[in-house]
Each structure stands twice: as structure tokens, then as C-alpha cells.
């Protein structure tokens, strides 16, 4: 099996900036797509961004409204390593987050797509 880990998750003050990497090991990585989502205690996992991996929308990404223009996501295909570079957070990015990869097309945007999911990495907004 292929193995996410997410890694930068930090505390920082709000309007400060954070990158979030998400690295597959274990062996070759061709998702149809990687997502990161993010999750509050009380709440539901909630779709962040996502990013087509390696298809005729290669490079394609989305994103919630609640992110568009502060969050951008990346990937470096040989590197099997995705990244979300966040910008100007606010304390309400407060969240667990979590990459995951999905096996085939669908929804990007939908949890259910994905089914292989990293540990998640706490990212904690100050004001």
C-alpha cells in the first residue's frame, strides 16, 4: 500500500503563511487525483483543494470558496509529493488536515472518492 504523510502543520498568527506537504512512499504513485481536506472537532471533514495527478486534466485543481485565492495546491509528480501552500490564514483554518489520494475519476470534491488517507497535520491560527 501506498503510505500519505502530511507534514508542516504549525501554530501561526493570523495573516501569516504556511506550506503543508503531503508525500507518498511505499511504492509508484498514480492517484487520479490528490485532495486536502481539513477537519474541526464537532464537524464533518471538509473538502479544501484538489489536484488531477496524472490524466488528460493533469494539473487541473479546485477549490472550496472558503479558500479560493489564499490556498494554492501543487504537485511534483516524481517526487510523489502534493503541496498546500496557505496564505493569509485566518483563525477559522483552524483544522486538522489531511491529504488523501483517489483511485479513479469522480468528484473531486467528495470525500468518498478518496481512500487513502494521511494521519492529518495541525494547523493552528492565532489571533
Known amino acids: 500500500q501506498v503510505q500519505l504523510k502530511e507534514s508542516g502543520g504549525t501554530l501561526v498568527q493570523a495573516g501569516e503563511s504556511l506550506r503543508l506537504s503531503c508525500t507518498a512512499s511505499?511504492?509508484?504513485?498514480?492517484?487520479?487525483?490528490v485532495g486536502w481536506f481539513r477537519q474541526v472537532p464537532g464537524k464533518e471533514r471538509e473538502f479544501v483543494a484538489a489536484?488531477?495527478?496524472?490524466?488528460?486534466?493533469?494539473?487541473?485543481?479546485y477549490y472550496d470558496n472558503s479558500v479560493k485565492g489564499r490556498f494554492t495546491i501543487s504537485k511534483e509528480n516524481a517526487m510523489n509529493a502534493a503541496y498546500l501552500q496557505m496564505n493569509s490564514l485566518k483563525a477559522e483554518d483552524t483544522a486538522v488536515y489531511y491529504c488523501?489520494?483517489?483511485?479513479?475519476?469522480?468528484?473531486?470534491?467528495?470525500?468518498?472518492?478518496?481512500?487513502?488517507w494521511g494521519q492529518g497535520t495541525q494547523v493552528t491560527v492565532s489571533t
Open positions: 511505499g511504492r509508484a504513485f498514480t492517484p487520479y487525483a
Open positions: 488523501a489520494a483517489a483511485p479513479h475519476y469522480g468528484n473531486t470534491r467528495l470525500e468518498s472518492l478518496y481512500d487513502n
Open positions: 489536484i488531477n495527478w496524472n490524466d488528460w486534466g493533469e494539473g487541473r485543481t
